[in-house]
């Protein structure tokens, strides 16, 4: 596997500390889950807001910036979708206004990618009862 450039790498990073509320309210609903996720990946030529590796699935938040930005947003989609990635992506306003529906929608779709099972699955002795 090729290393990813210092340049992309130092721009992941500072993304990373200067996360919008968005992002923040996010990452504290999700970094528990298993599949694991992680924050700023870099593929290819861009970088992620977050991402599941394991099951390859990309979400993006959108702010103002993007307003413009669709033949952007399309060709990056498409290289990720080329290299077998999925793609979900949310308005940063959306997020704001229903945090807890957006992290069971990226659950979900997380659970999707993995074949149905459930992201986080209940230890095997849990909710059942002692005869």
């Known amino acids: 596997m090729s290393r990813v450039p210092e340049h992309m790498t130092a721009n992941a990073h500072a993304l990373r500390n200067g996360q919008t509320e968005?992002?923040?309210?996010?990452?504290?609903?999700?970094?528990?889950?298993?599949?694991?996720?992680?924050?700023?990946?870099?593929?290819?030529?861009?970088?992620?807001?977050?991402?599941?590796?394991?099951?390859?699935?990309?979400?993006?938040?959108?702010?103002?910036?993007?307003?413009?930005?669709?033949?952007?947003?399309?060709?990056?989609?498409?290289?990720?979708?080329?290299?077998?990635?999925?793609?979900?992506?949310?308005?940063?306003?959306?997020v704001l206004a229903n945090p807890d529906g957006v992290a069971e929608v990226i659950l979900a779709k997380t659970a999707e990618c993995l074949g149905g099972t459930h992201p986080q699955p209940l230890p095997s002795r849990e909710g059942r009862k002692r005869g």
């Open 22 to 94: 968005a992002e923040r309210m996010i990452w504290r609903r999700l970094s528990r889950f298993r599949p694991r996720f992680t924050r700023q990946l870099v593929v290819g030529p861009y970088i992620l807001d977050l991402a599941c590796r394991s099951v390859k699935l990309a979400v993006e938040f959108d702010g103002n910036q993007h307003l413009g930005a669709e033949d952007y947003d399309a060709r990056r989609s498409q290289f990720l979708a080329d290299n077998g990635w999925t793609v979900i992506r949310f308005w940063n306003g959306e």
